[in-house]
């Protein structure tokens, strides 16, 4: 017996070495997340909708370079407050292959509110191709895809810096301390004078990364609103019939000792 729990403590200890030799993962290995106030979280949280456009003008003044928005249609944009004029004008600046016509053919043409998005890249060897290996993911669902979500998203657009000294970077990578690894082949999107907000509003780093965080998470769950009010209608009404069995209850059975 003491030669079995001998064997077993050199085991358990042989493990825990082995463990603590083993390098941390990239969720232990990368800074905590930055957690800025969202309008769309809480029971009663919903989008903001000027924040909406102005992260759709960013995605497609800045993300839509690279990056593919595949799960979503030119017809959605009037989701977001966008008139359907504005919609048509900005599908209609993409071309998309269609047919066959008449004669057997594909041809190029201007989208339409019904087509979506038109990525930027016919492939993903072509992706590969133009970025020098690397692969820039859809969007459509990247902010349920990541852990952390929003504030992953928003971290990372916010997070590029110089590397530590003690840090050697590989050639082509950037420096994020909120990405596995700390080095990330996409340079850093966003930039003071990028672009100019169509309603003003003064596009910094932080409000831009905030604004297209935001768009994001619309393009991954566009009926966020609709499913929270439909769930407090639920709950409103489980409660009103729970009321209403009790005071049943209560009627039946008053006689009753």
């Not at 979280?41 to 995605?59: E, N």
């Not at 839509?64 to 359907?84: K, M, Q, T, W």
């Not at 930039?191 to 910094?204: F, Q, R, S």
Request: hydrophobic fraction near 45%; charge should be negative; aromatic fraction near 10%.
């Amino acid at each position: 017996m003491r030669t079995l729990v001998r064997s077993a403590g050199v085991a358990a200890l042989a493990a825990a070495l082995f463990a603590a030799a083993l390098p941390a993962s990239p969720a232990e290995d990368t800074a905590p997340l930055k957690t800025p106030q969202w309008s769309f979280t809480g029971v009663m949280g919903g989008f903001d909708t000027a924040a909406l456009q102005r992260g759709f003008q960013v995605f497609d003044n800045v993300c839509a370079a690279c990056h593919s928005l595949s799960f979503v249609a030119y017809r959605n944009l009037v989701d977001i407050g966008l008139p359907e004029a504005k919609a048509k004008e900005v599908a209609a600046a993409k071309m998309v292959t269609d047919g066959p016509n008449d004669q057997g053919e594909m041809f190029q043409r201007p989208a339409i509110l019904a087509d979506r998005f038109v990525p930027p890249f016919a492939n993903e060897n072509a992706a590969r191709y133009a970025m020098n290996g690397a692969y820039p993911p859809d969007l459509s669902l990247i902010v349920k895809a990541r852990e952390g979500g929003p504030d992953y998203v928003y971290s990372l657009l916010t997070g590029f810096a110089d590397a530590p000294h003690d840090v050697t970077l590989a050639a082509g990578m950037n420096y994020n301390p909120y990405f596995p690894g700390h080095q990330i082949a996409m340079p850093p999107p966003l930039a003071e004078g990028v672009l100019d907000y169509a309603d003003g509003t003064k596009a910094t780093v932080d409000q831009m990364a905030k604004d297209v965080t935001q768009f994001l998470e619309w393009a991954a769950e566009p009926k966020l609103g609709e499913r929270k009010r439909m769930g407090l209608g639920v709950m409103l009404f489980l409660l009103v019939l729970t009321g209403m069995f009790y005071a049943v209850k209560r009627a039946v059975w008053r006689d009753v000792h």
